[in-house]
């Protein structure tokens, strides 16, 4: 797969270390990943500060990235303030992105709203540049060592295979464990499912609990699987049930049907395009449960709180919306005319 209008394009993606091991031989439109080394308000947070080694590297980063001469650096990174001068520092020929008023403008620029589903705000950027979406559903090619990894932790089990993924990097989008359970539970009786609980290596304890909340036996898989491993499991199960996070974003691309657990700002911005394999159960709590504070208001989403703000969806939302999901996909439950 090719740029659509830039056939011949080789396209960078500077990124982290796992989206280098990720991506690398992948086919797919992305052809190198460059690591970004630690550099504030990008790869770091905006008020770390950087060891005299960590900004030699920084340095040596820039001058290698400036050799290159790039014919243009794409700025996908939020609003500019600090991803504006990084991507200038680049020595592209041309620049484009998303500009705040207080970034640094560049060559050709979209004004940064926060409240824009990120899928159409990054195609729109691309547009600057005569390049017109072909898609908006994101798609990610699975290795043959994907599906090797994942048979490796998960052996061909003769059930269908539903996965929760109870983690989001914001505690405050995470639905409570009991829930995750009792969905758990209610799928493998609906359809005699093996019920599998994803999970980084951060996440360990998230995965445990729900495993250890469950009546259903379930297969604890916290920070058994790389990101690869995790596609080719994905792949192979019938749903995800997920918080807003990455797996459901993986598993969407890898073609599985999802049931997406959002808040409704997340859901405006990072919500699924489509909705021909996706369901989405979104809470309407507009306010921090402890403190009140209107999380609307973008300058005040961060409040210091991490209560969760989906807590109030109900088990059996979920439920309906992962059997009609179920349905369309031709499982009846368990002692049902077919």
Request: charged share 20%.
């Amino acid at each position: 797969m090719r740029c659509a209008r830039y056939p011949q394009a080789e396209i960078v993606l500077f990124g982290r270390r796992w989206s280098q091991r990720f991506f690398t031989s992948r086919p797919g439109p992305i052809n190198r990943v460059v690591v970004v080394p630690r550099y504030p308000g990008v790869s770091a947070s905006a008020n770390a500060s950087l060891s005299a080694d960590e900004n030699a590297e920084v340095e040596a980063f820039f001058a290698a990235m400036q050799a290159e001469h790039f014919d243009l650096a794409l700025q996908l990174h939020g609003g500019g303030r600090h991803s504006n001068p990084f991507t200038l520092r680049l020595g592209a020929r041309m620049t484009a992105g998303l500009r705040t008023p207080d970034a640094a403008p560049l060559d050709q620029w979209i004004a940064y709203d926060y409240y824009q589903p990120e899928i159409l705000r990054q195609l729109e950027v691309v547009s600057l540049l005569d390049a017109p979406p072909v898609t908006i559903e994101p798609h990610v090619t699975l290795l043959a060592s994907d599906i090797t990894e994942a048979l490796h932790i998960v052996h061909q089990v003769g059930l269908p295979m539903v996965a929760l993924h109870p983690g989001a990097s914001d505690p405050r989008r995470r639905w409570p464990i009991e829930k995750f359970a009792a969905v758990g539970d209610a799928l493998a009786e609906m359809i005699g499912a093996q019920v599998v609980i994803c999970g980084d290596m951060g996440e360990c304890e998230l995965t445990q609990a729900v495993a250890q909340a469950m009546r259903r036996p379930a297969l604890d898989l916290g920070g058994k699987l790389s990101l690869g491993g995790l596609a080719g499991l994905l792949a192979r199960c019938r749903l995800l049930v997920a918080n807003d996070s990455g797996p459901r974003h993986l598993a969407a691309a890898v073609g599985t049907r999802t049931v997406g657990i959002y808040w409704c700002g997340n859901m405006i911005m990072a919500g699924p395009p489509t909705h021909a394999k996706h369901r989405t159960v979104i809470s309407w709590q507009t306010t921090c449960p402890e403190c009140g504070v209107n999380l609307m208001d973008e300058r005040r989403l961060v409040c210091g709180h991490s209560g969760s703000i989906v807590a109030d969806i109900g088990v059996g939302d979920v439920l309906d919306a992962a059997a009609e999901l179920l349905s369309e996909a031709g499982y009846v439950p368990i002692g049902a005319s077919a």
